[in-house]
């Protein structure tokens, strides 16, 4: 095996934290693509350029995403790098694994790959880094036969990815790891065979905490929520302040609701001033928890910036139950992309297609009514549109009015 | 050796079958956690059950060796239960609290960091950079590594006002999504690419092309059979060589990075925030970036000596505004932080009300 001289890159593999240079190398022990992987490194580092050329279409029968081409531009100086192929493999709900698990993946990429990973990939899969095409068949092959399957990539469903949920969650509102699992199931046709305009990512969160990142990294935001009170321990509450917690500074003063009380001896809450924002509860886990109906807050749209700038979550419908088997969640999924479909230009995410062609045709595409959850503020300018169905709506209220004697705005 | 039957369409493993005895015991039944050290928590079920957790850092980049010795650690005390965190931490769970010191003390003899529970800084989210993207302006990995070597100490064990999340995009496409990062470098081309008419014709779409221009700064030039990229409009962004690789954006003693800050995705106290330009450009000065790596420590040591208990950095900044956070920074105040791309309107002052 060749030895690479890399004086650049050593200097990565000084001071405290995990080094990635380490890690190739590693790998690169026993393996010609990891040992070419390092030395093509290095001359990054020389040059300061990267000389990856654009993903070319590889994958494997019957699929079109899941396995992303690489080729380097400099092949026939790093042989080993000339195809170093992703494949993507759909990762178990909140990332729990087994060793037993782990192992298998390792076995095989060994067998066939760089024995490179990233342990998660943005999106969430596994991520094996650097294959050769004619490895994929196999390398599929010996997965699937052993209940692994590969992740989106492409103009498809992207792998959703859920927080850990119930699995270890004291602040879930429903069961992302199921809700995520299901999906999945469902949506394997749309996950593995590209026919979107554009990707399409889902995140589930179980809370206003959104360890998922979902109101900013998925164009189909679940996050959970709650209709209840939440219910207060108040022996738990003295405890905190007798543990030194300012209670009035640190909780009552920081609720943006500004709906709690306490006089040194009990908390108050007013409920129904509450906007769920979780910050009490987070800082008062053993004596704040929500109760009541459980459910999640669909908002959708959130992207980063290319084209034309990112995008957080809109909020769409403000509370939905989310119970096995989830029917009315994936129909309304089902409904928004026929949407999508019939709207978008190639490469257009749906939070861009919803501001081109204006949130009401969105909504009302869908079927979900107008409500003031759905908006930070109403609009500022005057220039409106009206349908004929509206104003006849308009008209027969005020008729209704002229009977009754009473007024409704 | 025959090949095993492939299968399609099967889906990931269903996750309950990786899960520890006592989660799938206590499954949506948890009432409550602690943070123990900035390693460890306890989380408790309503049955009294309680299972520890220990967090480890992570490369992200992980070799199948690494995998393993991982793997040995789990087998040795969790009876071989673990999981990944969504910023590629490493969490051990424990089930028996008779494994807790000894399984600490095994990951620290190996090595292994312990941290990033709580008030601190945990690990970093973050893209391919050189070491596998096309797109590329720097290297993601080694930024990582530098700036997380130099602020190794809020991941073990110093702490914040509340916790400080860090993230690194190679390029604006921004696979790591770091636009709501309390702290977030992004790599940035500062050049108008230049276009291989010859290539032009044989490899690219023109309307594409066309279309994914966000300023339309490109237009066609019919005598090439290529198109023209206007320098007054065009802001370097790439996506033109995202759809048409003959045009050339890359750029070594050009390409850099810029700082954005105050982002955050939860709802706790306030809503989620974008992240915002206060530092334009620095030199792409691989392998350490000693530059990045001192502008990034400095934000977080004056956050972190003038934020109140629990203000995120972007929730101190509204408090003081932005003005003082510029003058408490001492970070000079450009053109480049003024947007003039699509937010103008929303982002300009209009109040006379603002601090000297």
Redesign the interface.
Known sequence: MKKYNTP??D??E???????????K??GKNNEM?ND?VGH?EK??T????Y????GIVGVL??GGGIIG?YSELGEEFPGVAH?H?VRL??????????????E??DI??KYGS??????G?T?DIVL??TKTDAL??I???Y??????LGGSGSDLRTP?C??G?????W?NY?T?DLV?NL??EF??EL?RPMFSYKFKIKAAGC??????S???SDFSIIGTWKGDILIDQKEVQNYAKKGMNIM??IVG???TQCMSYDGKELKIDNAECSR???CI??M??AL?PSGERGATICMGSK???????L?SWVIIPFIKLESPYTELKELIRKIWDWWDDNA???ERIGEVIEMKGMRSFLEAIGVPPMPQQIKEPRKDPFMFYTEADITAYKAKEAEEKKTGKYRF | MA?????????????R???PPV?DKN??K?????VLTPGTMV?VAESGDK?W?VRV????????????E???V??KFCG???????R?N?EF?VSDEKNLEPIKKDLTARG??MGGIGYGITNV?H??????????AT?A??L???M??EL?PY??SKRLPNKLRLAV?CC??????V??SDIAIVAVHTKVPVVDDDKFKNMCELP?VI??C?TRAISPDPAKKSVKINPDKCMY?G?CF??C?PISI?N??R?GVAIVVG?K??????N?K?SKLVIPYIS?E???WPKVVAAVKHIVEVYASHAR??ERLGEWIERIGWERFFSLTGIDFTFQSIDD???MRDTMRTASTFKW
């Not at chain 1, 024995?115 to 998660?120: K, S």
């Not at chain 1, 206003?208 to 990142?213: E, G, L, S, T």
């Open positions: 650049l890159i200097q990565l000084k001071g405290p934290w995990p080094s990635f240079v380490t890690e190739m590693k790998a990891a992987a490194l990054c580092y040059t300061k350029m990267g990856w050329k654009h993903g019957g699929y690489r170093f992703t759909n990762q178990p709900s909140g990332f729990f694994y087994t060793s037993k698990a782990l192992r993946i390792c990429w060994d024995g490179l990973t990233n342990m998660h943005s969430g880094l650097g068949e196999t599929f092959a010996e699937s036969s052993r209940g692994w399957d990815s927080c850990v119930p699995g270890r969650c004291e879930s069961d790891l699992y999945t199931q394997q046709d593995h206003a905490c959104d360890c998922v990142a109101i900013a990294r500074s640190e920081m609720c943006p924002c979780m910050h987070s800082k886990t053993k928890r980063a910036p290319i084209v034309v700038g990112s957080l230009k190639p490469r | 090949l095993p039957q492939r299968r399609t369409d099967i889906g990931p493993p269903h996750y079958q990786f899960m989660i499954y949506g948890w009432k409550y956690h602690e989380h299972l957790t850092a992570s490369p992200r980049i992980l070799s199948t060796a690494t995998i393993r991982i793997c040995d789990a087998e071989g239960h673990l999981r990944f965190t969504t590629n490493v769970l292994f960091k989210v893209t391919q950079g050189w070491v596998h993207c096309h797109s590329a290297d990995s080694g990582v590594k530098s997380m070597d190794f991941f073990e995009a604006v496409n921004m696979c790591g999504a636009h709501c594409t279309g994914a966000p962004c996506n995202t759809v690789p890359k070594p003693e390409d982002g995705i939860n709802s706790l106290r306030s989620p974008f792409n691989p392998p350490r208990k629990h791309f699509t937010f």
